[in-house]
Nanobody, 116 residues
Framework: QVQLVESGGGLVQAGGSLRLSCAAS????????MGWYRQAPGKERELVAR???????NYADSVKGRFTISRDNAKNMVYLQMNSLKPEDTAIYYC??????????WGQGTQVTVSS
């Protein structure tokens, strides 16, 4: 029913910036929250940032002060502005969508690679 499509990933040098976008389409119900998770090779998927429909946010300690999550509820989109990128930020980044009375949905992922 609902699809999430991420974009904006790529290769960037350490200290650079990227802006990830996630567009939700299809038959979308009431959105509770959208978020960004990431997974590096050999590691567990971890929360990066999450934003509720009311605008409350939370971040992983490792990205606080560097990453900013935002959303456009009218467009059903969520963004992740990533500044001061570090090599340890290299991972596949996944968009998530939480809807009322629905299980969490995931996008296909977008690769972010930060070189030294």
């Amino acid at each position: 029913q609902v699809q999430l499509v991420e974009s904006g990933g790529g290769l960037v040098q350490a200290g650079g910036s990227l802006r990830l976008s996630c567009a939700a389409s299809g038959s979308i119900g009431r959105i509770l929250a959208m978020g960004w998770y990431r997974q590096a090779p050999g590691k567990e998927r971890e929360l990066v940032a999450r934003i509720t429909n009311g605008g409350s946010t939370n971040y992983a300690d490792s990205v606080k002060g560097r990453f900013t999550i935002s959303r456009d509820n009218a467009k059903n989109m969520v963004y992740l502005q990533m500044n001061s990128l570090k090599p340890e930020d290299t991972a596949i980044y996944y968009c998530s969508l939480d809807q009322i009375l629905r299980s969490r949905l995931w996008g296909q992922g977008t690769q972010v690679t930060v070189s030294s």
